[in-house]
């Protein structure tokens, strides 16, 4: 989505323009993709990468403590980004995208090797930002629960084709699941919306 792979044939538009013919400097003034590489800042603190980052250079300081105040990361400012844990780093990249006041961001193994509160907690961040900011959030997730819990539109992907789009009640039925993950699933109703408890495998 991001088009840094993508085929000859396709073609993805932002802000109706093919992707692929605008300058990465506009591309980047309206996306922000996660995972960034970590040594591009890893001997500067939290608070030098992200004032480099502001858009106003003028109020950086204000904008700053202002996003670092939004993500709970201000105790962490004087702290060097490579020295952060994987979770406090996941939300260093949240304050980062809030700095540039992008529109879209891409989450590519955003919630991996993180056990399962620090998962709920970024989940309701991005949800917050999602509300608070407007931004658009597109995150890959292979906990259909979570999925299921978080999304408003989901597009179930096998074998890098998307099987069915659309809301989670639409997409994650019993026979989809199924298909994809050759897996008999119970769907239970929660106050959390739908959850899917694996009963057995087909064989």
Not at 65 to 78: C, N, P, V
Request: include cysteine; glycine fraction near 4%; aromatic fraction near 8%.
């Amino acid at each position: 989505m991001s088009s840094l792979l993508l085929p000859p044939q396709e073609t993805l538009l932002l802000n109706g323009k093919a992707i692929r013919n605008q300058p990465p400097s506009v591309v980047l003034q309206e996306l922000h993709i996660l995972p960034i590489p970590l040594d591009l800042a890893s001997e500067l603190t939290v608070e030098t990468v992200l004032k480099l980052a502001c858009v106003s250079r003028r109020n950086a300081r204000y904008h700053v403590e202002r996003a670092l105040k939004f993500t709970g990361m201000s105790k962490f400012k004087g702290e060097l980004v490579d020295s952060l844990s994987k979770y406090q780093q996941q939300k260093f990249f949240l304050s980062l995208a809030l700095m540039r006041n992008v529109k879209y961001l891409l989450l590519d193994g955003f919630l991996n090797n993180l056990d399962i509160r620090y998962k709920l907690e970024l989940l309701e961040l991005l949800k917050r930002i999602l509300i608070e900011k407007g931004m658009t959030i597109v995150i890959s997730l292979k906990d259909i629960n979570l999925a299921a819990r978080y999304s408003s539109r989901i597009a179930l992907l096998y074998q890098g084709n998307i099987i069915d789009l659309g809301s989670p009640e639409q997409v994650l039925t019993s026979r989809n699941l199924a298909n994809v993950f050759g897996v008999e699933f119970a769907v239970i109703r929660t106050p959390f919306g739908l959850q899917f408890c694996p009963l057995a495998m087909y064989s």
